[in-house]
C-alpha cells in the first residue's frame, strides 16, 4: 500500500526528491561498456565457449531484430516511444489494479527498468521508486529512445546466467536472435518480468503461460495476426537443457583461456575479447562423438563395477520419494550422454530408474545383460543393483542400457598438414572431470607408430622396400631378446612387408643398419625430440615418449610431402569493437631451401604406409573408407599399455591414443589396430567426405620401380643394400645419406 502511496503522490513528490536527493551523473548509460565475457569460437564462427561471470553478446541496436524491439515494447511498455520516462496511464492502471484487491502489476516503463539495472537495487519501497522515476526522466532529456531499448535489450537479466537477449538466445535455444520464431521470440520477451519464476528451463509450464501472454500482447498492440498467433501458440519449443553442449571443445577453449589471459590478464574475462580458433565445428563434434564411443566401447568389454552410490529411500512410491531421489541425484554430476539414475525398483527382468531429469525409464531385455550377474538374489553387495542404487545408463536408439563412466582415457587431434592448423582436437574423455590435455601434455610411449620414421631413415642409408631383412629371433648383449607381437618368426621377408606387419625383429636390425646416434638426428627432422628417445636399441620398438600433437605434427611431413610445420591453435584475437589483437602468421612457403625430407623419402615412405592401411595391421582403414588414398601406421605398446593410430591423407593428418592414466594393460588382445584406429576411421569419414580420392604419385624425380617396388634410381645397379641377415649387420655398406636442408625449431601450438 505504501508503493500504492507512492504512486498516487509521485506528481507532487517527484519536484521535492528532486530538490532533497543528489542525482547520480549518467556516466554508465551514456558512455555504456558492457561487461562481455571471453568468448572462443572456431574458425567456422560457432561459439566454443565464454568465461566470465556473465553471459552477454552486445549487439547495437541496429542489428536487433525488429520482432523483438516490438514484442519486448509490447508486454512491457507499450507506450515506451511516446512516453518521456514515465508512463502516468500504466501507472494510474497498477495502482487501480491494486487498491481493487486485483493481481499486482508493475508499473515501470523501460526508461525505469534502465535505471533501476543501473544505477539502483531490486528493493521494493517507495523512496527507491521514486528515485527510479527522477533517474528515469533524466535519461530520456540525454538519451533517444532507440538508445534507451539498446541498454534494455542488452543489459537486462533474463535467467541461466544469460543478460541480453542475444545471450538468452543462445543460452536457451542455440541459436542467435536473428533465426528465432515468433514463438521462441514471445518466450525471451516474457522473460524480464520474473527469469527465475517463468524459467523455461526449471519451469516450462509457467515459460509457456507466461509466453501466450506475451503472444497476446503482441496480438493486441499489432505485431502479429491472427494467423501468426496460432501458429505461434501452437508451435513446440525445443529448450536447450543446461547437459547440452552446442560443440564440445573444453579442452581447446581452456587453451584459448589460458593463451588469452597469459597476454591480456584478467581484464580479458569482462572485455568481450573474442578468440576465434583453428577448429572446424563438424571436425570437432565428430572427434569428440568418436573418441567417447571407442572408450565407451572398450570399457564394456570388461566387467561392471558397480552403482556409484547407494541411497536408502522412503518405502511406497508416493512424491516423497520422487523428491528423495531427486535431492541425492543433484549432488552428482549428469552428463548428456551418460545419465544418472536411481534404481527404484529391481528384477531380474526389468528395471526402473529415475533420472536427474525427473524422467522415469525401465530396462528390459538387452539393456540388462551386462549387469545380469548384480541383478541375481546373491550378487555381492559391492555390485548388486538394488532400489537407492545411483547408476548410470544411456539410450540405443529408443531402448536404455546399462552403462559405467570408464576408467580408460583417449586423446585425438587433427592438423593441417600444409599450415599447422589444428582442425580438431580432444583432449581426454571428459574435461569436466580431467582437465589434464593428453594431447598436449600426455608422453607416452609411440611403440610402433615410430616405425615410419626408422624406415624413412634406413632409406637415406641405402636400403631399399625390396631390401631382405631376417625375421629371426635376436638377442642384444646385456640379453634383452624383443619378440613380435604376432608371436612369430617369418625368416627373410622385405622390408615393405615387415612394416605392413609391424615386425619388430626386422625394426631392430634396421636400426643397428642406421645407427642409433644418425637415427636419433633423423627423427628430430619431423619434429620429434631426441631427447626424450632411448640411447639404445629399443628406440626400434617405440620405447620413448611422445605427445599425440608431436606425432601428428611428425607424420604431417609425410603428409605434405616433406616439410615441417608449426600447430597452430588460435587463428586471431580481438577486443569488443572488433580491433584485431593478435593474429596468427600464414604458413611459412613450402619451398625445397626449407625441406626437412628429400621428396624421393617421402614418396617411397608413404608407399610403404599405404601398404600399411590397405593390407597390413590397418587394413580397414581403407577397407571401411572405401578410398586407397590414407596412410598410416597402428601403434601399441608392451601388455597393450598404450594404443595408437597415425596417419594421413594430403588433406588433413591425424593421430588417436588410448591408454590408462595409471599405465596398465588395455587387455591381452588389445592393439592399436582395434582401439585408436576406429577413432581415426570415424574421424576420417566425416572429414573426407566429399573428396576426392588422390592417388600416390607420380613419382618424384630419383625414384625408379623396380622389378614391381620402388628405388632409388642412383642405386638401381647396385650399392645398395640387398639383404640385412640376422647374423650380419649388412651385405653391402649403405652409402652416404643426402643431407637436406635443416627444418625449423619445434613449437607448441599458439
Known amino acids: 500500500m505504501k508503493i500504492a502511496l507512492a504512486l ?26 558492457p561487461h562481455q565475457s571471453l568468448q572462443i569460437f572456431t574458425a567456422d564462427g560457432v561459439e566454443i565457449a565464454q568465461f566470465g561471470l556473465e553471459r552477454r553478446q552486445f549487439l547495437p541496436i541496429a542489428q536487433m531484430p525488429k520482432l523483438l524491439q516490438d514484442a519486448v515494447i509490447a508486454v512491457e511498455d507499450a507506450r515506451f516511444r511516446e512516453h518521456g520516462g514515465i508512463d502516468p496511464k500504466g501507472m494510474a492502471r497498477a495502482l487501480l489494479t491494486m487498491l481493487s484487491g486485483g493481481r499486482r502489476q508493475g508499473a515501470s516503463t523501460i526508461t525505469q527498468q534502465v535505471a533501476r539495472t543501473f544505477f539502483l537495487s531490486n528493493r521494493q519501497t517507495a523512496e527507491r521508486k521514486i528515485k527510479e522515476m527522477l533517474i528515469a526522466l533524466k535519461i530520456e532529456q540525454q538519451l533517444s529512445k532507440d538508445r534507451i531499448l539498446e541498454l534494455y535489450l542488452n543489459e537486462i537479466y533474463l535467467g541461466q546466467h544469460a543478460y541480453g537477449f542475444a545471450a538468452a538466445a543462445q543460452v536457451y535455444f542455440g541459436k542467435p536472435l536473428d533465426k528465432l520464431s515468433i514463438a521462441e521470440v514471445a518466450m525471451l520477451a516474457g522473460l524480464p518480468q520474473n527469469p527465475l519464476y517463468a524459467n523455461p528451463v526449471t519451469n516450462l509450464k509457467r515459460a509457456i503461460q507466461r509466453q501466450h501472454i506475451v503472444l497476446t500482447r503482441m496480438r493486441a498492440t499489432g505485431v502479429i495476426d491472427e494467423r501468426q498467433l496460432a501458429a505461434a501458440r501452437a508451435e513446440p519449443l525445443n529448450i536447450r537443457s543446461p547437459l547440452q553442449v552446442p560443440l564440445h571443445a573444453e579442452y581447446v577453449a581452456e587453451m584459448a583461456r589460458r593463451a588469452v589471459v597469459e597476454r591480456f590478464g584478467t581484464e580479458a574475462y569482462s572485455s568481450g575479447i573474442r578468440v576465434q580458433t583453428s577448429l572446424r565445428a563438424q571436425d570437432q563434434q565428430t572427434a569428440w562423438n568418436a573418441l567417447r564411443h571407442a572408450v565407451l566401447e572398450h570399457d564394456r568389454k570388461g566387467l561392471w563395477r558397480g552403482p556409484e552410490d547407494r541411497e536408502t529411500l522412503p518405502a511406497g512410491d508416493g512424491p516423497e520419494v520422487e523428491r528423495a531421489a531427486a535431492q541425492v541425484l543433484k549432488d552428482h554430476r549428469d552428463d548428456e550422454l551418460l545419465r544418472l539414475g536411481m534404481v527404484l525398483r529391481s528384477t531380474p527382468m526389468e528395471v526402473t530408474l529415475q533420472l536427474a531429469s525427473g524422467q522415469r525409464v525401465a530396462i528390459t531385455g538387452n539393456g540388462l545383460k551386462w549387469v545380469k550377474a548384480a541383478l541375481a538374489p546373491n550378487a555381492k553387495a559391492a555390485v548388486a543393483l538394488r532400489r537407492g542404487a545411483v547408476v548410470r545408463v544411456m539410450q540405443q536408439g529408443k ?40 594431447v598436449t601434455q600426455a608422453w607416452r610411449q609411440p611403440g610402433s607408430s615410430i616405425k615410419p620414421f626408422l624406415y624413412s631413415a634406413a632409406l637415406e642409408h641405402g636400403v631399399m622396400p625390396a631390401s631382405v631383412i631376417d625375421d629371426a629371433p635376436f638377442t642384444a648383449a646385456n640379453g634383452w631378446s624383443p619378440q613380435n607381437s604376432d608371436g612369430r618368426y617369418d625368416g627373410p621377408i622385405t622390408m615393405r612387408e615387415a612394416l605392413t606387419r609391424s615386425k619388430n625383429l626386422v625394426s631392430v636390425r634396421l636400426l643397428q643398419q642406421v645407427g642409433i646416434g644418425p637415427e636419433r638426428d633423423w627423427i628430430e627432422r619431423f619434429g620429434l625430440d631426441a631427447a626424450r628417445q632411448p640411447d639404445n636399441l629399443t628406440l626400434a620398438l617405440g620405447a620413448g615418449s611422445t605427445t599425440p600433437l608431436q606425432l601428428a605434427q611428425a607424420y604431417a ?61 590397418a587394413e580397414r582403414a581403407q577397407r571401411e573408407l572405401k578410398r586407397g588414398d590414407v596412410y598410416g601406421k597402428t601403434g601399441t605398446t608392451n601388455d597393450a599399455v598404450d594404443a595408437w593410430f597415425a596417419g594421413f591423407h594430403p588433406s588433413v593428418v591425424a593421430v588417436a591414443w588410448m591408454g590408462y592414466d595409471d599405465p596398465r594393460s588395455l587387455g591381452d588382445r588389445e592393439s592399436g589396430g582395434g582401439l585408436a584406429l576406429p577413432i581415426w576411421i570415424a574421424y576420417m569419414a566425416r572429414a573426407l567426405d566429399g573428396v576426392p580420392e588422390l592417388p600416390l604419385g607420380p613419382a618424384p624425380a630419383g625414384v625408379e620401380q623396380i622389378d614391381g617396388d620402388w628405388r632409388y634410381a642412383e642405386w638401381a645397379n647396385g650399392g645398395w643394400v640387398s639383404r640385412i641377415s640376422a647374423d650380419a649387420p649388412a651385405t653391402l655398406a649403405p652409402l652416404a645419406a643426402s643431407q637436406p636442408a635443416s627444418a625449423p625449431a619445434a613449437a607448441e601450438p599458439h
Not at 415 to 437: C, E, I, K, M, Y
Not at 598 to 616: C, E, K, M, Q
Open 8 to 33: 498516487l503522490l509521485s506528481a507532487a513528490a517527484i519536484p521535492a526528491a528532486a530538490a532533497a536527493w543528489e542525482m547520480p551523473p549518467l556516466d554508465r548509460v551514456i558512455n555504456y561498456r
Open 399 to 438: 531402448a536404455w542400457v546399462f552403462t559405467q563412466w570408464p576408467q580408460a582415457q583417449g586423446a585425438f587431434v587433427a592438423l593441417d598438414p600444409v599450415s599447422g592448423r589444428v582442425r580438431a582436437l580432444v583432449g581426454g574423455f571428459d574435461f569436466t572431470r580431467q582437465q589434464f590435455n593428453h
Open 557 to 617: 611431413v609425410f603428409a605434405n610431402g616433406g616439410w615441417r610445420v608449426n600447430p597452430v591453435l588460435v587463428e586471431r584475437i580481438t577486443d569488443a569493437q572488433g580491433k584485431v589483437l593478435f593474429e596468427a602468421p600464414p604458413a611459412a612457403p613450402l619451398t625445397e631451401e626449407t625441406r626437412a625430407l628429400p621428396a624421393r623419402n617421402v614418396f617411397v615412405t608413404t608407399s610403404l604406409l599405404h601398404d600399411v592401411t590397405r593390407i597390413g595391421t
